[in-house]
């Protein structure tokens, strides 16, 4: 099991226990640490549109939806190969 597989789990369950703002902070916290990844970082942004769609937010939704269909992979692709990230999501700053 890979640790994507085991974090989207505890992401499960915490969704399952209702936890709103356990949720918002692991999606925002394995964003940034799966950002250099291509294929993780748009399961990642599916995982965020499952929770916002589950929440009935069809606007945000609807941004991760772009943000990881779109966007993800080719941002991911510039990280890891030009080392540019935004600030924001550098696992090495928010460490």
Known sequence: MT???RDLERLDLLVAAGDRVAVDKLLAA???EYHARPADHVRVHVAWLRVQLARRAYLRAAFHAFAGF???APASLVQRYTGIVVPAFDARRAS
């Open 70 to 72: 779109v966007v993800a």
């Open 3 to 5: 640790n994507l597989a």
């Open 30 to 32: 394995l964003h940034v």
